[in-house]
Each structure stands twice: as structure tokens, then as C-alpha cells.
């Protein structure tokens, strides 16, 4: 069954410095974290603050095609997740003919947030991506963290002290 979801938000992965978009239900029971690029982000961020730049950006020229040509964007739907990589497909109509593309979830969402289409997760999806072990446990997590202090401390110099604000 699919959900229809919109964009929460976005977030950073303390851990990886990686970008995370989040999604939630219309009902906010569920969501589901995708971690994405950092470009992919930005086309979010920037369609979801409604950015608009002097010229246009990778999505925002995918967008402007599909105008120019009359194709309408129906919906996306990211349909499965498979080694920890979540898989999509975009729903257009051109003429009343229906097709679908194959997309990255992250390129899915920032083009369909340009055509204002809705965005549908498989509930299968939800579920496996609670399980999923995307390689970080909390004790690593921990250990990741004390090692970045340790190794802040021990590349210091002194003309470092007094550099940073408190």
C-alpha cells in the first residue's frame, strides 16, 4: 500500500556529515529518513525555501523541460529498498499517456516539490527501512565521537588558543 508523504525536512548525519531528508505521512503516525547528496539537499532546500536563482539549477531545468513539453509530472513513488539504497520511479502523462523513469529518491523529491506532485512511500518500504542497519550502531557512534575529540585536542597548536569562541 502507499502512503502519501510530504518533505518534512532536512538534517544533517552528525556521524557522516551526510544529508538526510526526512519524510512524514499527511497523518504524522510515520517517517522514514533518507539519506541523500549533498547537491540533491541543496535542491531541496532551495525549492523548499523557494529560492529562485538567476539561472536554473540541474531540477529546476528537468522541470522547465517537462513544461516546456508539456509533460505532467503525476506523482513519485519510492517503491523499494535494497542494500540500504532506497529505489524510485517518477509517474508522468504526456498526450494521456502514462510512463514511468527510474530515479534516485533524492532527484525524485526535488522535482516533484517543483511540480507541487505528490510524493508516495510503499508501506513495505517503512517498514524495511526500520530495520535497516545503516552501518553505525550507538557504541560506535560514542567511540566515533571520542576519537574526533581526541583528535581535535591533539592537532591544537597554540596560536589556536583564543581562535575559537565559547
Do not use: C, Q
Not at 18 to 46: H, Q, R
Not at 65 to 72: A, E, G, H, I, P
Not at 81 to 96: A, W
Not at 125 to 153: A, M, P, Q, T, Y
Request: proline fraction near 4%; hydrophobic fraction near 45%; glycine fraction near 4%.
Amino acid at each position: 500500500m502507499l502512503i502519501e508523504m510530504k518533505v518534512l525536512g532536512l538534517t544533517i548525519d552528525p556521524v557522516t556529515n551526510t544529508p538526510i531528508v526526512i519524510l512524514k505521512d499527511m497523518d504524522n503516525n510515520k517517517a522514514i529518513p533518507i539519506w541523500i547528496g549533498l547537491f540533491e539537499a541543496s535542491a531541496i532546500a532551495t525549492e523548499l525555501k523557494k529560492i529562485v536563482f538567476p539561472r536554473p539549477m540541474t531540477h529546476d531545468l528537468f522541470s522547465e523541460f517537462l513544461k516546456s513539453f508539456d509533460v505532467t509530472l503525476i506523482r513519485i513513488e519510492i517503491v523499494d529498498i535494497r542494500n540500504n539504497t532506497f529505489f524510485s520511479n517518477i509517474y508522468l502523462r504526456k498526450d494521456g499517456r502514462e510512463f514511468t523513469i527510474d530515479a534516485r529518491p533524492s532527484d525524485a523529491i526535488a522535482i516533484a516539490l517543483r511540480a507541487n506532485a505528490p510524493i508516495f512511500v510503499d508501506e513495505m518500504v517503512i517498514e524495511k527501512s526500520r530495520n535497516v542497519d545503516f552501518g553505525v550502531k550507538i557504541s560506535d557512534l560514542d567511540k566515533l565521537k571520542e576519537d574526533k575529540i581526541k583528535e581535535f585536542l591533539e592537532n591544537l597548536s597554540v596560536e589556536d588558543f583564543g581562535k575559537y569562541k565559547m
